[in-house]
């Protein structure tokens, strides 16, 4: 069965500071993994995803993600933090064909 | 967020009334899905269509009843709702049910059930 795992139910940062919002997976065979955020009132907004090939991926607003097969991790990050970017995080993955799974999420609060 | 509208945005209903929540994509996808959000709760996964031809129904009781008339509108018809049924539903559509297709998502409808 997959699954996803969002360690932290929020994280907190500086403005200015580099932010990591982590996500660890559970998937029989080739992960396709997404990042999604969410403002308050708001719906899911698609971020990024990892298919395959390099292992850094960019994605919109200045954010990237770093899948690691080996820890089964498709962490998000960000070099330097804004407070706009305060909002929920979902983590999501599908392996091959199967339904997509997403993650409790992870509430990221920056910090003037 | 043209991609994927929902309407109304809020809704307040009382346990006896009938009401219907819109999603309509433009984006040319041919999947299409009703989550529930509620608060400290993982998303949940209603209902699936693929094609208009519902493909998944994550045991949601028989008071929510969806509808999808073409690959591009979405229903979610409620009758005689309780008031742990008060959540943000989210319309998300995607090109393909499976692969690396992400999924679009609405604004959502708030639902608040009195």
């Known amino acids: 069965a997959q699954s996803v795992a969002q360690p932290e139910d929020q994280v907190n940062v500086a403005e200015g500071n580099p932010l990591t919002v982590k996500c660890t997976y559970s998937?029989?065979?080739?992960?396709?993994l997404f990042w999604y955020v969410q403002y308050p009132n708001r719906g899911l907004q698609f971020l990024l995803k990892?298919?395959?090939?390099?292992?850094l991926v960019k994605g919109s607003y200045g954010f990237e993600a770093e899948f690691n097969k080996s820890q089964t991790s498709f962490h998000l990050k960000k070099p330097s933090a804004l407070v706009s970017d305060s909002a929920l995080y979902f983590c999501?993955?599908?392996?091959?064909?199967?339904?997509?799974?997403f993650g409790t999420g992870t509430r990221l609060l920056v910090s003037p | 967020e043209t991609g994927v509208t929902q309407t109304p945005r809020h809704l307040v209903m009382g346990m006896t009334n009938k009401k219907s929540l819109k999603c309509e994509q433009h984006?040319?996808?041919?999947?299409m899905y009703w989550y529930k959000q509620s608060a400290k709760k993982p998303l949940e996964l209603m209902f699936v269509?693929?094609?208009?031809?519902?493909?998944e129904n994550n045991s949601v009781p028989s008071r929510f009843s969806p509808e999808c008339p073409n690959s591009s509108h979405l229903f979610l018809h409620l009758h005689t709702l309780q008031p742990e049924d008060s959540a943000l539903y989210l319309c998300?559509?995607?090109?393909?049910?499976?692969?690396?297709?992400?999924?679009?998502f609405g604004p959502g409808t708030r639902l608040t059930v009195t």
């Open positions: 998300a559509s995607s090109q393909g049910l499976a692969g690396p297709y992400e999924q679009y």
């Open positions: 998937v029989s065979g080739n992960p396709y």
């Open positions: 990892y298919i395959t090939g390099d292992n």
């Open positions: 999501a993955v599908r392996g091959g064909f199967q339904k997509l799974v």
């Open positions: 984006l040319g996808h041919n999947a």
């Open positions: 269509y693929n094609f208009k031809e519902q493909t």
